[in-house]
């Protein structure tokens, strides 16, 4: 999402993201993009039609992760002042899922969830617990009776 990029000063926009990305189809160059989920101001609509636009593109692979808070960091000051709401595990976890189900089943799915260095992890604690968070998503994905790509229409 162009608004997100400016919050977050990403300097370059998605159409910046789509044309890099179909230079690099043109010339058959297979590439990973990473999804950041729990960007401040972004909805979980607006995260799943990140993954959508994604998946246009034809990528080779996605590798998911949660936004993490960092010490001496902004983010760190805007979080503690309440600025930026984190999301739950469970919240990640059902979001993964939702995701997953859209993303066509040829594209390699590279991470599930990220890591952050224990000793400046600040938020959300939750995600040092990398094995659950990955059972859980896999437990989800089989009491939903999904697979990926399962909502993929086209």
Known sequence: DDRTAERINRCCSMK???????RLNHLEIRYVTHLMFGLP??????MLRSVSEVCRGKPFGIKFHMLNVLKHTPLEKMWENGEVPLMTQDEYI????????RIPREVTIHRLTGDAPLEL????????YKRDVLNSINREMKKRGSVQGCCVTE
């Open 94 to 101: 059902s979001l993964v899922c939702d995701a997953l189900e």
């Open 41 to 46: 101001g972004e909805t979980p609509e607006m």
């Open 121 to 128: 992890l600040c938020a959300p604690l939750w995600s040092q």
């Open 16 to 22: 910046d993201y789509e044309d890099c990305t179909g």
